[in-house]
């Protein structure tokens, strides 16, 4: 028996892969118990969460997917610079026959704007001896920049990393810069918009877009996002001005984009599978991030990059003492020699030592909005029926990351960062090579990369597969994965097999429907299609070519339903087009729909892609999520309910018909808890209810899923948002990571003080350690601890910590913790004495896994450290080792001259090194400086 998916792609006529064409053109309780417990989490620093994206009524924030890597005590953190990702890569090739992104132009959409990114700019360019760009435009777009907001934000370091970045990848290609007018998604919409359309931007006291067609820009990069269940498929644009943008309005602009030949990428987030470390959200019914999961939208995860080195050293080694969030002074030269080593998924890594209660992890997983693109098939893709993603991926990890030079918190200077927002910037920059390389824009990749993962051998020419990793939702493996995607690109080699591609294409198609409203106009949504309207599709081939072959559609709903198969379009020589339609039954499901049409001529083939809303728009008004700790609600309490519900042709609310809200566990359509009619209140215009908790129910993540039909037969398209019911619980432990036979510290944050609490460490279901917790009044945390075993398994174990608060209300909650293997390290220091000036002392350091088998790939830094004569010391320098193959061992070199205010007197050297598993080792030595 055939799964949906497999039925959907099979059942046209002819069966390949193609580059589809056309639209892609290529806490403590409450008190009382009537309202919502909140709780209270330990501090975090401002400049870790650069702004904290909350949800208010149908206002929608974003959030920058960067990680600054704050405490240089913690880890190691390996500062890439430009020539070093390039060579990793492989993008050099490229850049050496003159494939520099000229004539092609990168458009980076941001928020708030950053004052000094042009100074920025130039600095980061005269350090590593890049060129200034041929043009770097920046655009204000809906009014004036809000620069001060953009510091306050946290948007400036963002800025940063997307420009610098992307010309580091290719720096022949021009720059526009179009800046949202806050972080709000309307104004970040408008913004991609804008740079869709070639805007100009608006005058300081301007509103709009500016003036379209002043500029053509090619590649279009969005490194922000938040989770797919802050969104709506209402518009709210009843109201003037819009209030907000769902996700069907942005879906048209880049459904525009792809038609023009614009490359559109979105990074996948940090906060691990379902945003949980941002948003605290714990399982996995959505949560994956927006504008990343459009099918018309490259979405780009995260690795851990460990390079292959050769000879030479990393220069950019940290001068001096650095607190925690603060620039640091480059010092030294980088001549390191390097190629691709390894990657693995940028796994969950509790962040205990720099962020309390904070967590990272590349993200990805499944879409709620979005049904299964017609070209997303192949290795290791599930046939689910909906959205996966990310697609590709690229380094993401601080610890691996790379330098930016930018405004941290109002401080301009050196920084070390990581997360997707790295990856976002950098494929763009890629893509403007490959443009370049095929001379024209490529528009939606992913049609031409999941062909690629289809074809093994260009599969293993042009992307390196990543398969080892976890980011607390679903582990890497072979083919594509919901950690990275496809994996991440040999550049050289991906731009022959792309070229190779390209030019064998000889059906290209343009599929369009009838609602669609082009120019698309700020703010002003795309009707969407009632039940019993036709939906008319409309077809061009090659630009308004007659086939030989049949050119056929097939139709699926939101939830990967095939809804009309092999529905023939026929031909119309007015338009030059093929035309056809499907009659919307009251038995198919509202949601996002979308078409892929297949036209055959002769022996060639092509394919196009197009998608719509079907149904009223539900706006979410309450339960609505205001970030960790809210939503959280115990036995007896009320949870309010109201919901707006607009029109398809968003010209009405909609106060006739049945509405519900269903209370599902854990997941969007999971466990049944209750169902609550809903009634219209015509003064607010809303439909509203109340559920109050009973004793008798299961407690934890709820989803809260609104639905219903209007009088005029209309289905509503499923609005979520969720709620906590019972107690809220957040684990974590005192370390990224553990060795065998280590001793591990577990916290949990919670909102209860009162009853009992465990953790539980389990390893593929078995349960290996229980840990019965205390509360402790003085940090306000649940504690407990456990040694871990010293032999058995190693790679990612499950903490669950289950609670409750002895009046009825529990909770749970888990998170994956890596336990890995020791390393064996060796340190020999050549000079024992050396002179405060031209005094030089070299480390060699030989690391070996528990196997006895040489470690050659990882990071291994040297921290030097000056002891004071009451045994205080403080950090003076790091120092990245090089492994040279030719002496078998890990080589780095401590100067004096590189160094500022050394005292005289006793420094200790503490080596840290990592295999790319995460196998840690430590050794330490000690010189004099007289």
Partial sequence: MKNVVSTRILSFVVVSLFLLSGVFATAVYASGRNSPAQFTAPPVLSSDLPSTPTSSGLLHRAEPMYVINSNPLCCNAMPNTPSLIREFYNSTSLLSQGITGKGVTIAIVDAFGDPNIQSELQTFDQTFGLPAPPSFNVMCVDGPCNYASGIVEGWSPEIAIDVEWSHAMAPGANINLYIGSSNYFYALYDADLAAVEGASGTSPSGTGLGTPGVYTNNVISNSWGAPENDYTASQSCILVPCISSGYPWIDQVFQEAARKGISVFASSGDDGAFDQAGYYQTLPYGGIESPSDD??????????????????????????????????????????????????????????????????????????????????????????????????????????????YGNNGGVIGWYEFGGTSLGSPSWAGVTALLDQEVGHGLGSLNPIFYSILNNPAEYSKAFHQVNYGNNNGYSAQAGWNPDTGIGTPNVGELADVISSIVASQSVTVTLKNNLQQLPIQPEVPTPAYAYGQSVTLQATINGGMKVSGPVLVN???????????????????????????????????????????????????????????????????????????????????????????????????????????????????????????????????????????????????????????????????????????????????????????????????????????????????????????????????????TTLPSSGPTGFYTLTTYGNDGMGDYGSNSEVISVQSALSVSLSISKKVIPSTNGITDFTVTIKNVKGIPVTVGTVMARINYTYPNGTSVLTMRVALVYNAAQSAWLGSFNTNLATGLESGKYIVVINAFDPFKDYGQASGEFIIK
């Fill in 295 to 404: 099918p018309f939208v490259t979405a780009v995860g995260g690795t851990s990059a460990y390079p292959s080195t050769t000879t030479g050293s990393y220069g950019f080694v940290v001068n001096g003492s650095v607190p925690g969030g603060s620039p640091f002074t480059p010092v030294g030269k980088t001549t390191v020699s390097e190629t691709y080593g390894y990657e693995t998924a940028w796994s969950w890594l509790n962040d205990y030592a720099q962020r309390p209660g904070y967590a990272s992890a590349t993200g990805g997983g499944f879409s709620s909005l979005f049904g299964q693109p017609a070209y997303q098939v192949g290795p290791g893709i599930p046939d689910s029926g909906v959205r996966a993603v990310p697609d590709v991926a690229w380094d993401a990890d601080p610890h691996t990351g790379v330098m930016i």
């Fill in 555 to 785: 139709i699926t709903s939101q939830n990967g339903v095939l809804l009309a198969t092999n529905l023939p379009l026929t031909w119309d020589g007015a338009s030059l087009s093929y035309i056809g339609s499907y009659t919307i039954k009251q038995s198919d499901p509202a949601g996002e729909w979308s078409a892929d049409v297949l036209a055959v001529n002769n022996k060639e083939s092509g394919m196009g892609y197009n998608e719509f809303e079907v149904g009223d728009g539900l706006n979410i008004y309450s339960p609505v999520y205001n970030g960790p700790g809210t939503n959280l609600y115990t036995v007896g309490q009320t949870i309010p309910l109201a919901v707006q519900v607009e029109n398809p042709a968003n010209t009405a609310y909609v106060g006739t018909g049945h509405y519900k809200a269903t209370f599902y566990l854990n997941t969007l359509g999971g466990q049944f808890i209750a169902s609550v009619p809903l009634t219209y209140n015509a003064t607010a215009e809303l439909w509203e209810g109340a559920y109050t908790i009973p004793k008798n129910v299961p407690q934890g993540s709820w989803v809260v899923a609104y639905s219903g039909i209007d009088g005029n037969g209309n289905w509503a398209v499923i609005s979520y948002s969720w709620v906590i019911a019972g107690i809220f619980i957040w684990p974590y432990t005192d370390s990224y990571f553990y060795v065998q036979g280590q001793t591990m510290q577990i916290y949990a944050i919670t909102s209860s003080v009162t009853g009992t609490m465990k953790s539980t460490l389990s390893y593929d279901g078995l349960t290996i350690r229980t840990v019965y917790m205390t509360y402790d009044a003085t940090s306000g945390l649940w504690q407990g601890s």
